[in-house]
Structures are given as structure tokens and as C-alpha cells.
């Protein structure tokens, strides 16, 4: 049974910052492609970051500058660090992951995290 688990959630004061992590157990093989999301309340679930296991990345332009996407292949996990965090990146923050190479669909999600940055 394939499971995500997210870890690094919290409050936090603006202009501070957040490591997400993530971990995918039950999956026999590596996966290509992981992300992060968010879900703000009274919003749609949005991307935030995505990465392959090339090394290719894709970011919200709400948040290119200040998070930054990695991973450990061999261990399928994925972080998310964010830097210069503000108020309306309050929300719940879900980690994604997908089959191998070369699928970048999403096919498994995580319960998610919450962020919350105070002014």
C-alpha cells in the first residue's frame, strides 16, 4: 500500500522559514515524478513545486525565489524549503508523487500539512 508521509508543518513568523518533508513508502520502484501542493482556505488546491528524477523543476511563480524543491531518488522523498515565508503562504501543504519514468502524472497523495505564517 503506497502512503505519503508529510513532516516539517508549523507556524511560523513572515519572513521566516519551513522545511516540508516527504516520504513514500510501499512503492517497488523509483518515481519520476514528486511534488508539493497547497490548499488555502476557500481556495483550489494549487502547485507549488514539482521535480523529476532527472532533476527538472517547475514553480508557482508565487513562489520562485524564495522555495526550492529537492530530492533523494533512491529514497523517494522529497523536500520542500521555504524561505522569506508570508501570510498568503498560509495553507495546507500536500506532497504528490507518481509512477516511474517517464509518467509525471500524480497518483498519490499525502494527508498534508499545515503552514501557517503570521504577520
Known amino acids: 500500500q503506497v502512503e505519503l508521509v508529510e513532516s516539517g508543518g508549523g507556524l511560523v513568523q513572515a519572513g521566516g522559514s519551513l522545511r516540508l518533508s516527504c516520504a513514500a513508502s510501499?512503492?517497488?520502484?523509483?518515481?519520476?515524478?514528486m511534488g508539493w501542493y497547497r490548499q488555502a482556505p476557500g481556495k483550489q488546491r494549487e502547485l507549488v513545486a514539482t521535480t523529476t528524477r532527472t532533476g527538472s523543476t517547475n514553480y508557482a511563480d508565487s513562489v520562485k525565489g524564495r522555495f526550492t524543491i529537492s530530492r533523494d531518488n533512491a529514497a523517494n522523498t522529497v523536500y520542500l524549503h521555504m524561505n522569506s515565508l508570508k501570510p498568503e503562504d498560509t495553507a495546507v501543504y500536500y506532497c504528490?508523487?507518481?509512477?516511474?519514468?517517464?509518467?509525471?502524472?500524480?497518483?498519490?497523495w499525502g494527508k498534508g500539512t499545515l503552514v501557517t505564517v503570521s504577520s
Open positions: 504528490a508523487a507518481g509512477r516511474s519514468y517517464p509518467s509525471k502524472a500524480m497518483n498519490y
Open positions: 510501499g512503492i517497488g520502484y523509483l518515481i519520476n515524478a
